[in-house]
């Protein structure tokens, strides 16, 4: 049922970026989710303290449709997702090919869904152009806090690479002109509750996490064909994480937690470098870097982080030695943690509960803080000029002072739920609530 639809409007082009010219222009950029290094720090950011609806709003512009991507921003360019349910429906629909173990809690839609790229005009907001990738009606329901939109796209400065997961991998140049598409097959995840992975460009390499209840696998692409440059599969089942890229001791390692084993793969060639079981199911956040190894976390029916060193071999699950600490208390489920210089913030399942760690040790510093005038979370926290945002659910974003000592600089609101994480570039923070976009800055 899937219509491939191309539709373009005008556009500028920006700079082509390359090697050490992308490294440099990245970090005076948001081209992913999670930000330049992925980590949800905008070291060179200096975005407004406070803002309301009439207080600091550069512009503001609806999006149709829905969508939980994170918009992100290359030059005066900004590139956001949606999925617009359209009026045009089926009258039945077959039987699922696979359903999950335990089946479907969600409802199959019948109407057709428009999968939207847009692009704005970082200054006004405008449209510069949109594309339509194809419209189709979805195999599966979604969890009522999900949606058909909820993969983030990124770009490397020479193309914009777009996942919608079951309905394809899109790639364009930033102009707005389709230069190749990949159709993955059809994800099944656990009860329905539907896709959220993104994609992650590194140097000469796309990278595309394919966890779900059928046959998992992680795939490399070319990205300037989408050709295959490896494959490998994995015996794992449904998980939303985004995989991280560390660049250590001159090898690049891949590193994708889930339910049954936090796995490190050579970028270059798929080979596994070390393995650590411990996870819950359900993993969602990012894995974290500090110094020589990585935190990796899942807050889904129990609370599991594992501190793991990167010069490991094998399976680690049970060495104390490359395990370096383990918390089981106070881990988010759906947001990130945020490692902010020697200081590890993170929240608790999803509720506006918030702790701070030693991120050396795993040894909490403040504890259970909870969020003043918030209540849930789904965005990640971001920090820039020594501030760290907490957005939640509601519209409210809580400002506070990056040390050990819980100071609140600003309590800001919105009149319109917020689930996407923010973007900052510069003096902006890009929002993305549920009908809108705004850019905020200092007026």
């Known amino acids: 049922m899937r219509y491939t639809l191309l539709t373009v409007s005008f556009c500028f082009v920006v700079s082509t970026c390359l090697g050490d010219e992308f490294d440099t222009a990245r970090m005076n950029n948001w081209h992913q989710w999670r930000g330049p290094l992925a980590d949800g720090i905008a070291s060179h950011g200096d975005p407004p303290v406070k803002w309301s609806e009439e207080e600091n709003v550069k512009w503001k512009v609806e999006i149709p449709g829905e969508g939980h991507a994170t918009p992100i921003v290359w030059g005066d360019q900004l590139f956001v997702l949606t999925?617009?349910?359209?009026?045009?429906?089926?009258?039945?629909?077959?039987?699922?090919?696979?359903?999950?173990?335990g089946g479907y809690l969600t409802k199959r839609p019948l109407n057709y869904y428009r999968f939207l790229v847009m692009?704005?005009?970082?200054?006004?907001?405008?449209?510069?152009?949109?594309q339509v990738t194809c419209e189709d009606v979805p195999h599966e329901g979604r969890h009522g806090t999900n949606t058909y939109a909820s993969s983030s796209p990124t770009t490397d400065g020479r193309r914009l690479y777009v996942s919608f997961g079951s309905r394809g991998i899109f790639c364009f140049d930033l102009e707005g002109k389709l230069l190749w598409d990949r159709d993955l097959g059809d994800m099944v995840t656990r009860f329905g509750w539907g896709e959220a992975t993104s994609p992650v460009i590194h140097g000469?390499?796309?990278?595309?996490?394919?966890?779900?209840?059928?046959?998992?696998?992680?795939?490399?692409?070319?990205?300037?064909?989408?050709?295959?440059?490896?494959?490998?599969?994995?015996?794992?089942?449904s998980s939303w994480v985004t995989p991280r890229v560390v660049e250590y001791e001159g090898r690049s390692q891949l590193i994708v937690p889930a339910t049954r084993r936090i796995t490190s793969y050579d970028l270059a060639s798929g080979e596994i470098i070390w393995e650590c079981g411990g996870l819950t199911t359900n993993v969602i956040p990012c894995p974290a870097v500090y110094r020589d190894f990585v935190i990796c976390m899942s807050g889904h029916r129990g609370n599991q982080a594992r501190a793991v060193r990167l010069d490991s071999r094998g399976d680690v699950t049970d060495d104390p030695q490359q395990v370096v600490w383990q918390l089981h208390r106070n881990i988010p489920y759906?947001?990130?943690?945020?490692?902010?210089?020697?200081?590890?913030?993170?929240?608790?399942?999803?509720?506006?509960?918030?702790?701070?760690?030693?991120?050396?040790?795993?040894?909490?510093?403040?504890?259970?803080?909870?969020?003043?005038?918030?209540?849930?979370?789904?965005?990640?926290?971001?920090?820039?000029?020594?501030?760290?945002?907490?957005?939640?659910r509601e519209g409210t974003t809580l400002v506070i002072k990056n040390q050990t000592e819980f100071e609140v600089l600003a309590i800001n609101k919105l009149p319109e739920g917020i689930d996407a994480s923010p973007a900052i570039v510069g003096r902006e923070m890009f929002l993305r609530g549920e009908k809108h976009l705004y850019c905020l800055a200092e007026e």
Not at 209 to 237: A, I, Y
Request: glycine share 8%; proline share 9%.
């Open 83 to 101: 999925a617009v349910e359209t009026g045009r429906r089926v009258d039945e629909l077959a039987p699922p090919k696979m359903e999950p173990p």
């Open 119 to 130: 692009c704005l005009d970082r200054g006004t907001g405008q449209v510069r152009w949109q």
């Open 204 to 237: 000469e390499s796309l990278i595309v996490n394919w966890d779900h209840e059928g046959d998992s696998f992680l795939l490399v692409l070319d990205p300037e064909t989408g050709d295959t440059k490896w494959r490998v599969e994995r015996d794992e089942v």
């Open 334 to 392: 759906v947001p990130s943690p945020l490692l902010y210089g020697d200081l590890f913030y993170m929240t608790r399942s999803n509720q506006a509960v918030m702790s701070c760690l030693d991120p050396a040790s795993g040894k909490p510093l403040t504890e259970g803080v909870r969020l003043p005038e918030m209540r849930s979370m789904y965005a990640s926290p971001v920090g820039a000029a020594n501030r760290v945002y907490f957005t939640s």
